[in-house]
Protein backbone atom coordinates (compact mmCIF):
# COMPACT_ATOMS: atom_id res chain seq x y z
CA UNK A 1 0.00 0.00 0.00
CA UNK A 2 1.40 3.16 -0.75
CA UNK A 3 0.97 6.51 1.40
CA UNK A 4 0.48 9.81 -1.17
CA UNK A 5 2.69 12.30 -0.37
CA UNK A 6 2.26 14.72 1.77
CA UNK A 7 -0.74 13.07 3.09
CA UNK A 8 -0.60 12.32 6.44
CA UNK A 9 0.33 8.84 7.93
CA UNK A 10 -2.18 6.50 9.00
CA UNK A 11 -3.36 6.68 12.41
CA UNK A 12 -1.48 10.26 12.84
CA UNK A 13 -5.46 12.03 12.43
CA UNK A 14 -6.80 10.50 15.38
CA UNK A 15 -4.00 11.03 17.76
CA UNK A 16 -3.85 14.33 16.93
CA UNK A 17 -7.48 14.57 17.70
CA UNK A 18 -7.06 13.28 21.09
CA UNK A 19 -4.18 15.52 21.50
CA UNK A 20 -6.70 18.48 20.77
CA UNK A 21 -9.55 17.09 22.78
CA UNK A 22 -7.46 16.63 25.87
CA UNK A 23 -5.69 19.77 25.16
CA UNK A 24 -9.31 21.36 25.26
CA UNK A 25 -10.46 19.56 28.19
CA UNK A 26 -7.43 20.19 30.85
CA UNK A 27 -6.85 24.01 29.62
CA UNK A 28 -10.74 24.28 30.03
CA UNK A 29 -10.57 22.28 33.87
CA UNK A 30 -7.77 24.56 35.12
CA UNK A 31 -10.23 27.16 34.39
CA UNK A 32 -12.90 26.28 35.69
CA UNK A 33 -10.87 25.65 39.02
CA UNK A 34 -9.77 29.09 38.69
CA UNK A 35 -12.97 30.34 38.70
CA UNK A 36 -14.06 28.15 41.80
CA UNK A 37 -11.18 29.53 43.71
CA UNK A 38 -12.00 33.15 42.81
CA UNK A 39 -15.98 32.18 44.14
CA UNK A 40 -14.60 30.97 47.14
CA UNK A 41 -12.58 33.99 47.75
CA UNK A 42 -15.61 36.02 46.99
CA UNK A 43 -17.70 33.87 49.42
CA UNK A 44 -14.99 34.64 52.20
CA UNK A 45 -14.92 38.51 51.37
CA UNK A 46 -18.80 38.72 51.40
CA UNK A 47 -18.21 36.51 55.14
CA UNK A 48 -15.50 39.09 56.15
CA UNK A 49 -17.78 41.97 55.16
CA UNK A 50 -20.32 40.20 56.99
CA UNK A 51 -18.26 39.55 60.61
CA UNK A 52 -17.39 43.57 60.45
CA UNK A 53 -21.10 44.20 60.03
CA UNK A 54 -22.07 42.58 63.07
CA UNK A 55 -19.11 43.12 64.94
CA UNK A 56 -19.56 46.92 65.48
CA UNK A 57 -23.08 45.94 66.72
CA UNK A 58 -23.69 46.54 70.33
CA UNK A 59 -22.48 43.29 72.76
CA UNK A 60 -25.08 40.52 73.21
CA UNK A 61 -26.79 40.10 76.71
CA UNK A 62 -26.69 36.60 77.51
CA UNK A 63 -30.54 36.73 77.87
CA UNK A 64 -30.55 37.45 74.41
CA UNK A 65 -28.63 34.31 73.13
CA UNK A 66 -30.67 31.87 70.59
CA UNK A 67 -32.43 28.99 71.63
CA UNK A 68 -32.77 28.14 68.22
CA UNK A 69 -30.10 27.20 64.81
CA UNK A 70 -31.56 29.16 62.92
CA UNK A 71 -31.51 32.49 65.47
CA UNK A 72 -27.91 31.20 66.72
CA UNK A 73 -27.11 31.50 63.07
CA UNK A 74 -28.23 35.16 62.72
CA UNK A 75 -25.98 35.80 65.72
CA UNK A 76 -23.10 34.38 64.90
CA UNK A 77 -20.07 36.95 65.37
CA UNK A 78 -21.36 38.69 67.01
CA UNK A 79 -19.86 40.43 70.43
CA UNK A 80 -21.28 39.39 73.73
CA UNK A 81 -20.63 39.04 77.22
CA UNK A 82 -22.08 36.40 79.93
CA UNK A 83 -21.66 35.92 83.46
CA UNK A 84 -21.92 32.05 85.09
CA UNK A 85 -19.98 29.20 86.51
CA UNK A 86 -17.47 26.82 84.68
CA UNK A 87 -18.34 23.46 84.45
CA UNK A 88 -14.75 22.30 85.04
CA UNK A 89 -15.45 18.17 84.80
CA UNK A 90 -17.35 18.42 81.43
CA UNK A 91 -14.07 20.09 79.88
CA UNK A 92 -13.18 18.51 76.60
CA UNK A 93 -9.79 18.78 74.85
CA UNK A 94 -10.04 18.86 70.71
CA UNK A 95 -7.23 16.99 69.69
CA UNK A 96 -4.91 18.29 65.87
CA UNK A 97 -5.72 21.70 66.46
CA UNK A 98 -3.24 24.30 65.63
CA UNK A 99 -2.99 27.84 66.40
CA UNK A 100 0.31 29.87 65.71
CA UNK A 101 1.63 26.99 63.41
CA UNK A 102 1.47 24.56 66.67
CA UNK A 103 -0.48 21.58 67.09
CA UNK A 104 -2.31 21.02 70.34
CA UNK A 105 -5.68 20.79 71.84
CA UNK A 106 -8.77 23.40 71.46
CA UNK A 107 -9.56 23.69 74.69
CA UNK A 108 -13.94 23.79 75.17
CA UNK A 109 -15.67 23.96 78.44
CA UNK A 110 -19.51 24.61 79.15
CA UNK A 111 -20.49 27.48 80.92
CA UNK A 112 -23.63 27.83 83.21
CA UNK A 113 -25.45 30.76 82.89
CA UNK A 114 -25.64 33.30 85.78
CA UNK A 115 -29.57 33.62 86.44
CA UNK A 116 -30.87 30.71 83.83
CA UNK A 117 -31.34 26.98 83.98
CA UNK A 118 -29.14 26.76 80.13
CA UNK A 119 -24.93 26.49 79.37
CA UNK A 120 -23.60 27.60 76.47
CA UNK A 121 -20.05 25.85 74.81
CA UNK A 122 -17.22 28.18 75.34
CA UNK A 123 -13.87 27.97 73.29
CA UNK A 124 -11.60 28.78 75.72
CA UNK A 125 -8.80 28.90 73.43
CA UNK A 126 -5.71 26.51 72.62
CA UNK A 127 -2.76 24.63 74.47
CA UNK A 128 -0.05 22.34 73.50
CA UNK A 129 -0.29 18.67 74.39
CA UNK A 130 2.10 16.27 75.74
CA UNK A 131 3.43 14.27 72.99
CA UNK A 132 5.31 11.85 74.93
CA UNK A 133 1.91 10.97 76.90
CA UNK A 134 -0.73 11.10 74.08
CA UNK A 135 -3.17 10.56 76.94
CA UNK A 136 -2.26 13.23 79.18
CA UNK A 137 -4.55 16.26 79.93
CA UNK A 138 -2.24 19.90 80.34
CA UNK A 139 -3.23 21.79 83.09
CA UNK A 140 -5.26 24.82 83.23
CA UNK A 141 -6.77 27.01 85.24
CA UNK A 142 -10.53 26.83 85.92
CA UNK A 143 -11.60 29.38 88.34
CA UNK A 144 -14.89 28.56 90.79
CA UNK A 145 -17.43 30.72 91.39
CA UNK A 146 -19.46 33.20 89.20
CA UNK A 147 -16.66 34.30 86.02
CA UNK A 148 -17.54 36.95 83.22
CA UNK A 149 -16.38 35.79 80.09
CA UNK A 150 -15.95 38.29 76.86
CA UNK A 151 -15.80 36.93 73.10
CA UNK A 152 -18.42 36.56 70.19
CA UNK A 153 -21.15 34.31 68.91
CA UNK A 154 -19.90 31.10 67.02
CA UNK A 155 -20.62 27.73 65.54
CA UNK A 156 -19.81 24.53 67.14
CA UNK A 157 -16.39 24.17 67.19
CA UNK A 158 -14.92 23.24 63.33
CA UNK A 159 -15.44 19.52 62.52
CA UNK A 160 -11.72 17.36 61.51
CA UNK A 161 -11.99 14.05 59.39
CA UNK A 162 -12.89 11.43 62.12
CA UNK A 163 -12.08 7.82 61.01
CA UNK A 164 -13.10 5.95 64.05
CA UNK A 165 -16.28 6.52 65.83
CA UNK A 166 -16.61 9.63 68.16
CA UNK A 167 -15.07 9.90 71.25
CA UNK A 168 -16.74 10.35 74.54
CA UNK A 169 -13.74 11.16 76.79
CA UNK A 170 -12.13 14.45 77.51
CA UNK A 171 -9.74 14.05 74.39
CA UNK A 172 -12.08 14.25 71.53
CA UNK A 173 -11.69 14.98 67.55
CA UNK A 174 -14.76 16.75 67.59
CA UNK A 175 -17.62 18.52 69.28
CA UNK A 176 -21.83 18.14 68.09
CA UNK A 177 -23.60 20.18 70.65
CA UNK A 178 -26.36 18.45 70.70
CA UNK A 179 -24.68 15.02 70.95
CA UNK A 180 -22.85 16.88 73.92
CA UNK A 181 -26.09 17.59 75.09
CA UNK A 182 -27.62 14.25 75.23
CA UNK A 183 -24.50 12.58 76.81
CA UNK A 184 -24.23 15.85 79.63
CA UNK A 185 -27.77 15.97 80.61
CA UNK A 186 -26.68 19.62 80.24
CA UNK A 187 -29.23 22.46 78.48
CA UNK A 188 -27.06 23.75 75.97
CA UNK A 189 -27.58 26.40 73.76
CA UNK A 190 -27.50 25.84 70.17
CA UNK A 191 -24.26 28.05 70.14
CA UNK A 192 -20.93 28.32 71.30
CA UNK A 193 -18.76 31.54 72.30
CA UNK A 194 -15.28 31.97 71.21
CA UNK A 195 -13.71 33.91 74.37
CA UNK A 196 -10.99 36.57 73.82
CA UNK A 197 -8.97 38.03 76.35
CA UNK A 198 -9.94 41.26 78.52
CA UNK A 199 -7.08 43.28 80.06
CA UNK A 200 -7.10 42.89 83.36
CA UNK A 201 -8.37 39.06 83.73
CA UNK A 202 -6.70 36.48 85.38
CA UNK A 203 -3.93 34.22 83.34
CA UNK A 204 -5.40 30.76 82.56
CA UNK A 205 -2.69 29.27 80.56
CA UNK A 206 -5.05 29.20 77.57
CA UNK A 207 -3.80 31.01 74.41
CA UNK A 208 -6.26 32.68 72.74
CA UNK A 209 -4.87 34.30 69.35
CA UNK A 210 -7.62 33.36 67.18
CA UNK A 211 -7.28 33.62 63.50
CA UNK A 212 -9.58 35.45 61.63
CA UNK A 213 -12.43 33.34 59.83
CA UNK A 214 -11.38 35.02 56.59
CA UNK A 215 -7.93 35.95 57.03
CA UNK A 216 -6.55 33.61 54.47
CA UNK A 217 -8.83 34.97 51.00
CA UNK A 218 -5.46 35.84 49.44
CA UNK A 219 -4.61 31.75 49.34
CA UNK A 220 -7.49 31.26 46.87
CA UNK A 221 -6.58 34.16 44.55
CA UNK A 222 -2.84 32.55 44.30
CA UNK A 223 -4.42 29.32 43.31
CA UNK A 224 -7.09 30.95 40.67
CA UNK A 225 -3.72 32.81 39.29
CA UNK A 226 -2.10 29.20 39.21
CA UNK A 227 -4.81 27.34 37.73
CA UNK A 228 -5.20 29.88 34.95
CA UNK A 229 -1.54 29.94 34.33
CA UNK A 230 -1.58 26.43 34.21
CA UNK A 231 -4.46 26.46 31.40
CA UNK A 232 -2.98 29.14 29.77
CA UNK A 233 0.40 27.10 29.51
CA UNK A 234 -1.26 24.01 28.06
CA UNK A 235 -3.00 26.09 25.24
CA UNK A 236 0.53 27.80 24.54
CA UNK A 237 2.26 24.94 24.34
CA UNK A 238 -0.72 23.11 22.14
CA UNK A 239 -0.43 25.67 19.51
CA UNK A 240 3.73 25.82 19.45
CA UNK A 241 4.07 21.67 18.79
CA UNK A 242 1.15 22.15 16.65
CA UNK A 243 1.39 25.38 14.79
CA UNK A 244 4.59 26.76 15.16
CA UNK A 245 6.90 24.10 15.71
CA UNK A 246 5.88 21.85 12.77
CA UNK A 247 6.39 24.69 10.52
CA UNK A 248 9.99 25.38 10.89
CA UNK A 249 11.16 21.65 10.57
Known sequence: MSVAVGAPAPGRGWRGALVLIAAIATAALCVRLGL???????????????IDQRAAQPPL???????TPEGAAAQHFRRVTVQGRWLGART?????RQMDGRV????????????SGAAVLVQRGWVARNFNDRAALPTIETPAGVVTVAGV?????????????????????????ASFARESGLDLLPLS??????????T???????P??????????GYAAQWFAIGASIAFLYVWHRFIRSRRR
Do not use: C, M
Not at 61 to 67: F, T
Not at 92 to 96: A, I
Not at 158 to 176: C, M, P, T, V
Open 36 to 50: WQLDRAAQKNALQAS
Open 212 to 221: APASDVQKHY
Open 104 to 115: GFFVVTPLALQG
Open 204 to 210: DGVRRNW
Open 153 to 177: VAPAPSRLLEFAESASGAIRQNLDI
Open 193 to 202: LVQHDVPGAT
Open 92 to 96: VFLDN
Open 61 to 67: DASALAR
